[in-house]
């Protein structure tokens, strides 16, 4: 049997690093306060970094900090000092794409270096060449086929990651300055505007429009590794990689405890693991676009494309978190409107998913209510099962 | 001393411009943004020309395609190369393997942004660096005093955005069941075109706009610019005639009236991100 992969999560916060570590994830992956590739999203401060990494540490799992951003002048005059103060919070690696920062790290610190997606590592001479520099594991493209990754696999002893799940950049990363030309914002520097999202025309050599029912677009469907985890396994891959540091707690928690289950299942009993579907559908029902395999089976022409533009489904299963759950009474913080006779699936990281219907609602006064519609309402529900902080609520479908 | 290092679009530019110092060119299956050919054809563009040559082998590399790579490097290394821009790293550990003797040049057009990346990559023996065409006069400035090995810039031309493994057009013509004689396409956002092309390679999209600022080129030649890149892309051969006469006679003193020539002649030239700077941290309550 090979080595048990690491699953991967990414976390936009110090509660969803929380929640990815509760729900399965070995590892989580996040921004830090600069030089990281997601700008606008929240990013952990220098003490939360110390906090998560703490966190982590307590149940034997690891912190990666990405530090990917392709710098310029500027920024490469700022970076040793910002290293400095990375590796003192307790972090366990670092994520680079800039090669030039792996001679300052390693002249200047004892941190651990990963190789960011955003250099779009193909072959095996490229991952071998940054071998010999001293980097400890490579997040393959996500161009690699099936074929590509184990030849890599076969040719090179190193660490390798893989996404397995979540969005796509539709061009190579590094290669892709759309943002930066149409909105001004830099795409390799943490600013990317997501044009690939954007309606365009596309007009033929006589500038007349070919339309179809729906605008052009460079969009593409995300990506969901579910069904090969075995060939990933197989392959000895180090790492299992969800992308979405700006997704939502209950994406995490789903995403990551079902791929924990697979890998578990897979893992314990390969002769007699058995693909289940029901995970492909929670999955599908959390998610806000289409998923395939992409480029891994090497399917990625038009059925990989998204011509919905920037409509994205609005997922409204996840109806509450539990904070509290006391003598029967459990405590719940509303996400979205649910109501007394729903009929709901609560799940955690530590029980087997509980379909309950809800007979009855207080809230915070202790007031019967009989629908929950305030965002973040705390209400209380009278329920006779074990459940405990983090567990969520989510509704039942009876059908696809 | 600047020279000029022309990319033609075509055939007919590659067959009359002539007034360059240097041709670059690509090979099939193995480049992006350069007009490629085969590796037959190169070889006789090497040997009919007393023009340098440089060749684009600038595609991000599977390990398929690693043993053409390998074939034609062995290949062009028998004949006078001036040097090979390449995106894909794998041709540093090639190139010393095979040692090939024809000097390597970074050019992965949205990295090549910092001179501390350049000055790590000259270790490994590339000896220049395309620099990027998304960063201010003032760091393209900086990166030429601080920068050990020689250095291109694009000066004038389309700008290439976006490099995709995907099939875009294609796929959008599948999916729709539409059907078009048409070879070139453009995609149209907000009064502006900007060019597209789906080959073999995937697809690549072009900026709205001409990158032209005499100027610019005039700062950049007193500090010591090595080699000026014009991208020959979307024009007719007689319009970059006129374009090379222009940048080869440019200086202070008739700058801003040959810019107004050609802005009269090229209704759509900006000077791209030379005085624009970009922008990444969005949000308000950015810690």
């Given at each position: 049997?090979?080595?048990?992969?690491?699953?991967?999560?990414?976390?936009?916060?110090?509660?969803r690093?929380?929640?990815?570590?509760?729900?399965?994830?070995?590892?989580?992956?996040?921004?830090?306060?600069?030089?990281?590739?997601?700008?606008?999203?929240?990013?952990?401060?220098?003490?939360?970094?110390?906090?998560?990494?703490?966190?982590?540490?307590?149940?034997?799992?690891?912190?990666y900090?990405?530090?990917?951003?392709?710098?310029?002048?500027?920024?490469?005059?700022?970076?040793?000092?910002?290293?400095?103060?990375?590796?003192a919070?307790?972090?366990?690696?670092?994520?680079?794409?800039?090669?030039?920062?792996?001679?300052?790290?390693?002249?200047?610190?004892?941190?651990?270096?990963?190789?960011?997606?955003?250099?779009?590592?193909?072959?095996?001479?490229?991952?071998r060449?940054?071998?010999?520099?001293?980097?400890?594991?490579?997040?393959?493209?996500?161009?690699?086929?099936?074929?590509?990754?184990?030849?890599?696999?076969?040719?090179?002893?190193?660490?390798?990651?893989?996404?397995?799940?979540?969005?796509?950049?539709?061009?190579?990363?590094?290669?892709?300055?759309?943002?930066?030309?149409?909105t001004?914002?830099d795409?390799?520097?943490?600013?990317?505007?997501?044009?690939?999202?954007?309606?365009?025309?596309?007009?033929?050599?006589?500038n007349?429009p070919?339309?179809?029912?729906?605008?052009?677009?460079?969009?593409?469907?995300?990506?969901?590794?579910?069904?090969?985890?075995?060939?990933?396994?197989?392959?000895?891959?180090?790492?299992?990689?969800?992308?979405?540091?700006?997704?939502?707690?209950?994406?995490?928690?789903?995403?990551?405890?079902?791929?924990?289950?697979?890998?578990?299942?897979?893992?314990?009993?390969?002769?007699?693991?058995?693909?289940?579907?029901?995970?492909?559908?929670?999955?599908?029902?959390?998610?806000?676009?289409?998923?395939?395999?992409?480029?891994?089976?090497?399917?990625?022409?038009?059925?990989?494309?998204?011509?919905?533009?920037?409509?994205?489904?609005?997922?409204q299963?996840?109806?509450?978190?539990?904070?509290?759950?006391?003598?029967g009474?459990a405590?719940?913080?509303?996400?979205?409107?649910?109501?007394?006779?729903?009929?709901?699936?609560?799940?955690?990281?530590?029980?087997?998913?509980?379909?309950?219907?809800?007979?009855?609602?207080?809230?915070?006064?202790?007031?019967?209510?009989?629908?929950?519609?305030?965002?973040?309402?705390?209400?209380?529900?009278?329920?006779?099962?074990?459940?405990?902080?983090?567990?969520?609520?989510?509704?039942?479908?009876?059908t696809? | 001393?600047?020279?000029?290092?022309?990319?033609?679009?075509?055939?007919?530019?590659?067959?009359?411009?002539?007034?360059?110092?240097?041709?670059?060119?690509g090979?099939?299956?193995?480049?992006?943004?350069?007009?490629?050919?085969?590796?037959?054809?190169?070889?006789?563009?090497?040997?009919?020309?007393?023009?340098?040559?440089?060749?684009?082998?600038?595609?991000?590399?599977?390990?398929?395609?690693?043993?053409?790579?390998?074939?034609?490097?062995?290949?062009?290394?028998?004949?006078?190369?001036?040097?090979?821009?390449?995106?894909?790293?794998?041709?540093?550990?090639?190139?010393k393997r095979?040692?090939?003797?024809?000097?390597?040049?970074?050019?992965n057009?949205?990295?090549?942004?910092?001179?501390?990346?350049?000055?790590?990559?000259?270790?490994?023996?590339?000896?220049?660096?395309?620099?990027?065409?998304?960063?201010?006069?003032?760091?393209?400035?900086?990166?030429?005093?601080?920068?050990?090995?020689?250095?291109?810039?694009?000066?004038?031309?389309?700008?290439?955005?976006?490099?995709?493994?995907?099939?875009?057009?294609?796929?959008?013509?599948?999916?729709?069941?539409?059907?078009?004689?048409?070879?070139?396409?453009?995609?149209?956002?907000?009064?502006?075109?900007?060019?597209?092309?789906?080959?073999?390679?995937?697809t690549?999209?072009?900026?709205?706009?001409?990158?032209?600022?005499?100027?610019?080129?005039?700062?950049?030649?007193?500090?010591d610019?090595?080699?000026?890149?014009?991208?020959?892309?979307?024009?007719?051969?007689?319009?970059?005639?006129?374009?090379?006469?222009?940048?080869?006679?440019?200086n202070?003193?008739?700058?801003?009236k040959?810019q107004?020539?050609?802005?009269?002649?090229?209704?759509?030239?900006d000077?791209?991100?030379?005085?624009?700077?970009?922008?990444?941290?969005?949000?308000?309550?950015?810690?």
């Open positions: 049997m090979k080595n048990k992969p690491e699953l991967l999560a990414p976390a936009g916060d110090l509660e690093l929380e929640i990815a570590l509760l729900y399965g994830a070995d590892a989580v992956y996040v921004g830090g306060p600069a030089f990281g590739l997601r700008a606008n999203a929240i990013n952990f401060t220098f003490d939360e970094l110390k906090e998560g990494s703490a966190f982590a540490h307590k149940l034997n799992k690891r912190v900090v990405t530090v990917n951003i392709v710098l310029h002048n500027e920024e490469l005059e700022q970076i040793e000092e910002y290293l400095h103060k990375i590796e919070t307790g972090i366990d690696a670092i994520i680079i794409s800039d090669p030039a920062i792996i001679p300052i790290a390693q002249a200047n610190t004892n941190l651990e270096l990963h190789l960011s997606t955003q250099q779009s590592t193909l072959n095996y001479e490229t991952v060449f940054f071998k010999e520099q001293g980097i400890k594991r490579i997040v393959l493209a996500r161009e690699c086929s099936y074929e590509d990754i184990k030849l890599i696999k076969e040719k090179v002893d190193i660490d390798l990651e893989v996404f397995i799940h979540g969005a796509m950049c539709a061009g190579y990363s590094g290669r892709c300055a759309l943002s930066n030309f149409l001004d914002r795409a390799n520097r943490g600013g990317c505007s997501q044009i690939c999202r954007w309606d365009f025309i596309l007009m033929d050599d006589n007349r070919i339309i179809g029912d729906k605008d052009f677009t460079l969009c593409s469907k995300d990506l969901s590794l579910l069904s090969y985890i075995p060939e990933l396994i197989d392959m000895d891959i180090s790492s299992f990689k969800i992308e979405g540091r700006m997704r939502s707690l209950y994406y995490i928690a789903t995403v990551v405890s079902i791929y924990r289950k697979v890998i578990d299942e897979y893992f314990s009993d390969s002769k007699h693991y058995v693909y289940n579907e029901e995970y492909e559908r929670i999955l599908r029902n959390c998610a806000n676009r289409d998923s395939v395999p992409q480029f891994f089976n090497n399917d990625y022409g038009v059925n990989c494309s998204y011509y919905n533009g920037r409509v994205e489904i609005s997922n299963d996840f109806l509450g978190i539990i904070l509290d759950c006391n003598n009474i405590t719940i913080e509303q996400r979205n409107y649910f109501k007394r006779g729903d009929i709901v699936e609560i799940f955690g990281p530590n029980h087997e998913v509980v379909t309950y219907k809800i007979d009855k609602i207080e809230d915070e006064n202790g007031d019967l209510i009989d629908i929950v519609r305030h965002p973040r309402q705390i209400v209380k529900i009278p329920i006779n099962e074990p459940l405990e902080k983090y567990d969520m609520m989510r509704i039942k479908k009876l696809n | 001393m600047c020279q000029i290092l022309f990319s033609p679009a075509d055939w007919e530019q590659l067959h009359s411009c002539h007034n360059v110092d240097a041709y670059i060119v090979i099939d299956l193995l480049s992006v943004n350069f007009f490629a050919m085969t590796l037959d054809e190169v070889i006789t563009l090497i040997n009919k020309t007393d023009k340098d040559i440089y060749i684009a082998l600038n595609k991000n590399m599977s390990n398929n395609d690693l043993p053409l790579l390998e074939g034609t490097l062995k290949t062009l290394n028998k004949y006078q190369i001036k040097g090979i821009f390449y995106a894909d790293v794998s041709l540093i550990p090639i190139t095979l040692h090939i003797n024809i000097p390597l040049i970074w050019a057009e949205h990295l090549t942004t910092n001179y501390g990346t350049m000055n790590y990559w000259h270790k490994f023996k590339v000896k220049g660096t395309f620099i990027s065409n998304d960063i201010t006069l003032i760091e393209i400035m900086d990166i030429l005093k601080k920068y050990k090995g020689f250095k291109i810039v694009q000066v004038f031309g389309y700008l290439p955005m976006y490099v995709s493994k995907r099939h875009a057009i294609k796929n959008y013509l599948t999916y729709f069941n539409l059907q078009t004689k048409s070879h070139q396409f453009k995609l149209f956002k907000e009064d502006k075109y900007y060019p597209i092309i789906d080959n073999d390679i995937g690549i999209i072009l900026s709205s706009n001409v990158l032209c600022d005499l100027m610019g080129f005039c700062k950049l030649k007193q500090n610019l090595d080699i000026a890149l014009i991208n020959g892309y979307g024009f007719s051969a007689d319009i970059i005639n006129k374009v090379l006469t222009i940048f080869n006679s440019v202070d003193n008739n700058a801003e040959l107004s020539q050609l802005i009269s002649t090229i209704s759509n030239i000077s791209g991100f030379w005085y624009r700077k970009t922008i990444y941290k969005v949000k308000k309550n950015e810690k």
